[in-house]
């Protein structure tokens, strides 16, 4: 009869199996899966507006070695050359990024990416830190002064008291652990985020969203939006009216063009730019590119000038129901943060 040390030795090691079995099933199932899909999995479903940086991609593309234990000078460096490749303008950290390094243990020096999720309800933040990283978290969090939850998976309450005195954005007063995702939450609504961490389902984003993300592909940094929020942000109804007016009047002379159901523009590692939209089906995709793709060309009416002057225009394509563009910017011109606003005819609904 096996001995009892056999049976806990034989139960130790099929938990041991099981779990390396569940990391190389988490590999193999995300391997073709982008940093911006993995993170627009976990927004709240709720959100309309999305601004993500893959600041790992980020400073592999400007060439910067900073990391949790660079001095502020040169994390303040490194953020100057992400802005002159406009490449931090999506990020909800910028402004804090020095406290951050300093007092929290992480900032866009260490963290693998940032999503920021806006909706009616409320706005999140979630952070990838390094494997392991929520620990030290944790306890630069007790040292600053958050009230600690008795349930490690709850809300770390701060304050806008305690964020104003560290100097750090209102969007970290309230903070949410996750250890075994390595992520970091942050609100300035402590129910908003407590919400959203124990209501997990309530994670994720529409079809039309999902559609521009997937065929949107790697991208440093970049603006999402809903169809719903596009064809408001995005709009010429934000133009003046003669602006307006000639906008209708170039889009009429493309031959019209639908509604979006999701857009994505950001910047492609090497530096070009691609945008995504999503339509509601293919039929329409396809009668939308040569629309787009010529308005993509042409006038920027409510921007000034021609879109020439700010990009040339590389391939565009229908994708089943996404439209894809690639643009290739202009030396000096800034064609995230100046197009992702609005309003842009191309994008237009």
């Known amino acids: 009869m096996p001995r009892p040390w056999r049976w806990v030795a034989v139960a130790v090691a099929l938990v041991v199996v099981a779990a390396a079995a569940f990391a190389g099933w988490r590999w193999w199932a995300q391997r073709d899966t982008t940093d911006l899909q993995r993170a627009m999995s976990l927004a709240p479903a709720d959100a309309e507006r999305f601004s993500f940086t893959d600041w790992a991609a ?3 593309e400007l060439g ?4 949790a234990d660079s001095p502020n000078d040169d994390v303040r460096a490194m953020l100057d050359d992400a802005f ?3 490449l931090a303008t999506t990020s909800a950290l910028v402004e804090s990024a020095e406290p951050l390094q300093s007092r929290y243990g992480f900032s866009p020096a260490s963290l693998e990416w940032e999503l920021f999720s806006q909706g009616a309800d409320g706005a999140v933040v979630v952070m990838r830190v390094p494997d392991g990283g929520t620990e030290a978290v944790a306890d630069r969090l007790r040292e600053l002064g958050y009230d600690e939850p008795e349930d490690h998976t709850d809300v770390w309450t ?3 008291d305690l964020v104003a005195g560290v100097g750090v954005t209102p969007e970290l007063a309230h903070v949410a652990l996750d250890e075994d995702d390595d992520l970091v939450l942050s609100s300035d ?4 985020l407590r919400g959203l961490v124990e209501r997990d389902a309530d994670r994720g984003v529409a079809d039309g969203v999902e559609d521009a993300v997937d065929r949107a592909g790697d991208l440093l940094a970049a603006a999402v939006y809903t169809g719903d929020n596009a064809c408001s942000a995005l709009a010429m109804g934000q133009a003046d009216p003669a602006d307006a007016a000639e906008g209708e009047r170039l889009v009429d002379e493309a031959g019209g063009v639908h509604p979006l159901t999701g857009f994505v523009m950001g910047f492609r590692p090497g530096g070009d730019v691609r945008v995504a939209m999503a339509l509601e089906d293919d039929d329409r995709a396809r009668q939308d590119a040569d ?3 010529t308005l993509a060309a042409g006038p920027a009416p409510g921007q000034g000038g021609d879109f020439a002057d700010r990009f040339d225009l590389g391939r565009v394509a229908a994708d089943g129901n996404v439209v894809t563009m690639d643009l290739e910017p202009v030396e000096g011109s800034y064609v995230l943060s100046d197009l992702s606003t609005g309003p842009v005819l191309f994008a237009t609904c």
Request: hydrophobic share 35%; proline share 0%; glycine share 10%.
């Open 58 to 60: 980020v400073r592999a």
């Open 64 to 67: 910067s070695d900073v990391d």
């Open 84 to 86: 002159d490749a406009d």
């Open 158 to 160: 701060g304050g806008d």
């Open 189 to 192: 609504k402590a129910d908003y």
């Open 291 to 293: 629309a787009r793709a």
